[in-house]
């Protein structure tokens, strides 16, 4: 009943943030709606722990900053080869680990993987605990293989190292 809660409250707050208008009765109606979708959502199995992870949401507060400048820092390298004339890449197709359990640190890990500008997952082997990426450079690929990530990862889900 909390994660259904909890979805209600972040339903709210996005229409509250979306709509721009306080009214009592606008926002009377954008609660009773917050409220029915996530009890639909509950229904329908869509607010369980991987639709609506809640409990990662501490977690995610020292994970997605660090994300966020390991975007920042790789959109400024990509940015840099696609300026030089010489178009210094060497694009690697590998294999690398995954140490997520779950869904959510899974869909986390190839998520982030492709976020960071330079590197994409291509495809997830759930079998063998690895991803297929591609990286646009060496070095890409070099950073995605050191694991940095894959450990942060494996924090944001709650596990220990």
Do not use: C, Q
């Not at 409250?9 to 996530?38: I, N």
């Not at 696609?82 to 590998?94: A, C, E, T």
């Not at 359990?101 to 982030?112: E, K, L, M």
């Amino acid at each position: 009943m909390l994660r259904t809660a909890s979805l209600a409250l972040a339903l709210f707050v996005f229409w509250l943030l979306l709509s721009g208008h306080y009214t009592v009765w606008l926002m009377t109606a954008g609660l009773a709606v917050s409220v029915l979708l996530a009890l639909a959502g509950r229904r329908l199995g869509f607010a369980d722990e991987e639709g609506h992870p809640v409990d990662r949401v501490i977690a995610g507060l020292t994970y997605w900053p660090w994300l966020a400048r390991e975007i920042v820092k790789s959109s400024i390298t990509v940015t840099k080869i696609i300026l030089d004339p010489k178009l210094p890449i060497s694009p690697r197709l590998f294999h690398t680990k995954v140490s997520a359990r779950t869904p959510v640190g899974v869909a986390t890990y190839a998520n982030s993987i492709t976020l960071t500008p330079g590197t994409i997952t291509v495809a997830v082997d759930r079998e063998n605990d690895r991803f297929l990426v591609h990286a646009l450079t060496g070095a890409g690929a070099d950073d995605v293989e050191a694991g940095d990530m894959d450990r942060r990862v494996k924090r944001f889900e709650g596990r220990a190292e």
